[in-house]
């Protein structure tokens, strides 16, 4: 079974500049989640789909973060202009309900972004 | 205060040394994980437990939920079992397993 797929791996531009990642998760998994890790710390919940709605987007910076799952498969996560903070590494994971409440996640290597 | 706490932040072993790395949490959950992260690697996840214990290999994983507390237990600590250990709980009802992580644990296991 492939796993989480996450492009590109390593990003360096320039504060102000544009950026945007790509994922596409495990075939047949309805639950879509883009987390920011930044060093030293714990990942963050960006925003999460439920095939192609979202469902929590709580803690995303939406004057500059935008996300989309078009036809509920692969997503794309754009920073537009980007800043020094939001280097980081970003994580998509994807998920299956296993029992009852539960759901297994599954993360992909991440996208690590340096904004200089 | 953070709703999921892990201790210790920093922990060094020798090899063969036996690791517990703790996780407290305050809120309702559905499940608890235990995840792996390598530098530079993505996040492997090694349990997901809503009650007892579970074992794979040398790691054994435990929970009470009455104490809202997890531990992850080590056995025969190896260098290549250096990584950061990651709790996080997953809340229940409509939040389609979304995770609350904690802020992890970097082991690092000397030869």
């Known amino acids: 079974e492939a796993g989480v797929a996450q492009s590109p791996r390593y990003k360096i531009i320039e504060k102000r500049q544009s950026v945007a990642f790509w994922c596409n998760p495990i075939?047949?998994?309805?639950?879509l989640y883009w987390y920011q890790q930044i060093l030293g710390q714990g990942p963050k919940l960006l925003i999460q789909f439920q095939n192609n709605g979202v469902v929590d987007d709580s803690q995303l910076p939406k004057d500059r973060f935008s996300a989309e799952r078009l036809k509920g498969v692969d997503s794309t996560l754009k920073i537009q202009p980007a800043k020094l903070e939001d280097s980081a590494v970003y994580l998509c994971a994807s998920s299956f309900r296993s029992r009852g409440d539960t759901y297994e996640q599954y993360f992909g290597p991440g996208t690590r972004l340096t904004v200089t | 205060k953070n709703e999921v706490e892990q201790s210790p932040q920093n922990l060094t072993a020798q090899e063969g040394e036996f690791i517990t790395i703790n996780c407290s949490y305050s809120v309702g959950i559905s499940a608890l994980h235990w995840l792996q992260q390598h530098p530079g690697g993505g996040i492997v996840s090694l349990f997901m437990?809503?009650?007892g214990k579970k074992k794979h290999g040398r790691l054994i994983a435990t929970i009470n939920i009455q104490e809202k507390h997890s531990s992850l237990h080590i056995t025969a600590s190896h260098p290549r079992d250096s990584a950061v250990y990651i709790c996080?709980?997953?809340?229940?009802?409509?939040?389609?397993?979304?995770?609350?992580f904690g802020q992890g644990t970097i082991l690092t296991v000397h030869p």
């Open positions: 075939s047949g998994h309805a639950t």
């Open positions: 437990l809503s009650s």
């Open positions: 996080a709980v997953g809340a229940g009802g409509t939040s389609y397993g979304k995770l609350t």
